[in-house]
């Protein structure tokens, strides 16, 4: 007997998937009321609308298929799935988190549902989670490459660094011609503070591909050096997979206030917003909502489109541009801006010593420029590149820049930025104004 006669609906639940997954959407609605017709409750017809309905932009209608799937089959692995990847799409981690749980003691030996569960604790930055879940998966598949390669990153972002090192000793001796792990290894070197151990693993990305900005920079700091600035092509894919959940992961887990206090104390200063404000490294647009529509021109300046995208959806932003922020200041011509604002930008763009005179000469007469930094220590050097990856400035360096670049007023503000595994992070607030 063939499985379509011992399950009538099979056909049409396949056909549907194929559907969906082509972006079919209206035959696809179609085929799942047939499906429907046939058996009304089938929990796999309300999955498969939950998803229809969640890649028509239908959010709400996901919930209620999905939710609806698991009330006609609570143990269904599947549908828990679907369901818990949708939580943590939409940053309901806590619902996300239990949920896929739930499916993972169902279904200790389903590979996708393992490959579900571990994205899911990555997504709600669970990364204990992670790890218990990724050595579950290597009991299942012994060596696996890839569930290595993210057991080593999540021990490394652990502060777990022998423990991560001998991952990756082991993973670049076996596939000593693998980028990813070649790569994954330099980046535990640097969050251990050691990068002058990475420089046998930067030379040999650099003999894969000699022009490639991100294993020039590498082998910049296995040498000892502290580049200029990270390239794009490092910051812009780490962002882009951030931009769904950025918001709710700064304001909320990392307790980031500074779009707030910044947007309070520009508002203060303009409050009948008739200003053009820069707003550098602009990202999901959190200092934009702060500010709200202004009575001139609000710009967001941002390498990463994804993130742009974010910040399109509060409808306050007037225009965007996806360069380098450095690029984009060079290139603004003079005395455009009431306001230029950098928050937790250069942390990653680094280099201040043209940003600041470019700012300076961007301003109107008796413009405002804000700036954040964390914090360097002052009997060090002027730019310290960090363990975590971030660049770390000296204050008395930033003072001298701006009194240097002809700010007429430079006030200096020590604050805790945000939090990173619940510690915080020590930065300081430059706000210069322009001579009127």
């Known amino acids: 007997m063939s499985a379509t006669a011992t399950d009538p609906n099979l056909k049409h639940l396949t056909k549907a998937r194929e559907q969906i997954a082509k972006g079919d959407l209206k035959n696809a609605a179609l085929t799942l009321n047939k499906a429907n017709t046939q058996w009304p409750q089938d929990p796999r017809v309300f999955m498969l609308g939950g998803l229809l309905a969640e890649k028509a932009g239908n959010v709400k209608g996901a919930f209620e298929a999905l939710r609806k799937s698991v009330s006609l089959a609570p143990d269904w692995g599947p549908g828990l799935l679907e369901l818990a990847l949708l939580l943590a799409r939409q940053n309901q981690f806590k619902e996300a988190v239990e949920t896929a749980e739930k499916v993972a003691a169902l279904e200790p030996k389903n590979l996708q549902v393992l490959a579900g569960v571990i994205d899911i604790a990555h997504r709600a930055g669970h990364t204990e989670m992670a790890i218990r879940h990724l050595r579950r998966g290597l009991e299942l598949v012994p060596g696996d490459q890839s569930l290595r390669r993210l057991l080593a990153k999540d021990l490394s972002e652990q502060g777990k660094h022998d423990e991560s090192m001998a991952e990756w000793d082991a993973l670049v001796q076996e596939f000593p011609s693998d980028p990813q792990s070649l790569v994954g290894r330099v980046q535990a070197c640097i969050a251990a503070g050691k990068p002058?151990?990475?420089?046998?693993?930067?030379?040999?990305?650099?003999?894969?591909?000699?022009?490639?900005?991100?294993?020039?920079?590498?082998?910049?700091?296995?040498?000892?050096?502290?580049?200029?600035?990270?390239?794009?092509?490092?910051?812009?894919?780490?962002?882009?997979?951030?931009?769904?959940?950025?918001?709710?992961?700064?304001?909320?887990?990392?307790?980031?206030?500074?779009?707030?206090?910044?947007?309070?104390?520009?508002?203060?200063?303009?409050?009948?917003?008739?200003?053009?404000?820069?707003?550098?490294?602009?990202?999901?647009?959190?200092?934009?909502?702060?500010?709200?529509?202004l009575d001139g021109a609000l710009v967001g300046v941002d390498p990463s489109m994804k993130m742009i995208e974010q910040a399109a959806r509060h409808n306050v932003y007037d225009r965007f541009h996806t360069v380098n922020l450095h690029d984009a200041l060079r290139e603004t011509p003079d005395a455009l801006y009431q306001v230029i604002a950098a928050l937790d930008v250069f942390i990653y763009a680094g280099d201040v010593t043209q940003a600041i005179p470019n700012a300076h000469r961007v301003l109107v007469a008796?413009?405002?420029?804000?700036?954040?930094?964390?914090?360097?220590?002052?009997?060090?050097?002027?730019?310290?590149?960090?363990?975590?990856?971030?660049?770390?400035?000296?204050?008395?360096?930033?003072?001298?820049?701006?009194?240097?670049?002809?700010?007429?007023t430079v006030e200096m503000?020590?604050?805790?930025?945000?939090?990173?595994?619940?510690?915080?992070v020590n930065g300081f607030v430059v706000t210069a104004y322009k001579a009127a």
């Open 366 to 408: 008796g413009g405002m420029m804000v700036f954040s930094f964390e914090t360097a220590p002052d009997q060090g050097t002027d730019l310290v590149l960090q363990p975590s990856g971030r660049y770390a400035h000296k204050r008395s360096h930033v003072q001298a820049l701006c009194e240097a670049a002809g700010f007429a």
């Open 196 to 293: 002058e151990d990475a420089r046998e693993n930067t030379t040999a990305l650099l003999g894969l591909a000699p022009a490639d900005a991100v294993y020039q920079y590498y082998a910049q700091l296995a040498a000892g050096e502290t580049p200029a600035q990270q390239p794009a092509e490092l910051t812009r894919p780490l962002f882009d997979s951030m931009a769904e959940f950025y918001d709710l992961h700064m304001v909320r887990s990392l307790k980031y206030q500074l779009p707030k206090q910044v947007g309070d104390k520009i508002l203060a200063r303009h409050p009948d917003k008739k200003i053009n404000v820069l707003d550098l490294g602009c990202g999901t647009g959190l200092l934009g909502v702060c500010l709200g529509r």
């Open 413 to 424: 503000e020590d604050t805790v930025l945000r939090e990173e595994n619940h510690q915080p």
